[in-house]
């Protein structure tokens, strides 16, 4: 079946579905290759990951002749070779040009993986709160190389002796101790608008504790939890 709107030479046009198994397919079959791995290494190796993918299915799967492709198991296999699943969906550099949708016209596999992991900016998709979650990150990076340079700088201000040497370590203490007071304030923030949408803010790591503040009585009146 030849789909609307794909290139027009080619006589018979894989179906959209078909492709994203193929582009899968290939690119397993290429990184297991790589990898020096046969069809059941890499079945044994699902099995350690707790989903078994059967080395027939397997040698099916990239023959074509397999019907269907869980995402499960896409999740599985990419885990297996040491990838990502997105880079088994879109094989940039080793399939030039995909679909990302039925119908559509084909496009270089680079801008298909941009698109699908919102690298590229496209104002009519909404990435909800990813965004936040990147900033999130990026001040929880922040907050903890400012607090190891404050405490590198605390033990030189202890440990050497020229006054000029110690006046400098002091003024690096001080400076990095107030960006990570600063990126802490703005992580605290952003996570109480996290919360605020009904989201779970991500994981903080031990030396960023102190950003959310403890859970007050609801039956305290404002002066108590001054």
């Excluded at 019907?67 to 885990?79: E, Q």
């Excluded at 203490?173 to 605290?188: F, G, H, N, P, Q």
Aim: charged letters at 30%; a negative charge; glycine letters at 4%.
């Amino acid at each position: 079946m030849t789909q609307r709107g794909v290139d027009a030479d080619e006589d018979e046009v894989p179906e959209w579905e078909d492709r994203v198994k193929a582009n899968v397919a290939g690119e397993v079959r290429r990184r297991r290759k790589e990898m020096g791995w046969s069809a059941q290494d890499l079945a044994d190796r699902c099995e350690q990951l707790g989903h078994p993918i059967p080395r027939n299915v397997i040698a099916n799967m990239e023959s074509g002749r397999r019907a269907t492709l869980p995402l499960v198991d896409v999740i599985v296999l990419a885990a297996a070779l040491e990838t990502y699943p997105v880079y088994l969906i879109f094989p940039v550099g080793y399939v030039d040009r995909t679909q990302e949708l039925p119908f559509q016209d084909l496009v270089p596999t680079w801008d298909a993986l941009r698109r699908f992991t919102g690298d590229e900016d496209v104002a009519l998709h909404d990435a909800g709160l990813v965004p936040d979650f990147e900033v999130h990150s990026n001040l929880v990076r922040t907050a903890l190389a400012a607090l190891e340079e404050a405490e590198q700088a605390r033990f030189a201000a202890k440990t050497v002796s020229n006054r000029a040497q110690q006046e400098e370590a002091e003024r690096r203490r001080t400076k990095y101790s107030d960006e990570a007071i600063s990126a802490k304030y703005k992580l605290r923030y952003l996570r109480r608008d996290l919360r605020d949408e009904g989201a779970t803010p991500p994981y903080l790591p031990p030396a960023l504790a102190d950003v959310d503040l403890p859970e007050t009585d609801p039956n305290t009146t404002p002066e108590e939890r001054v």
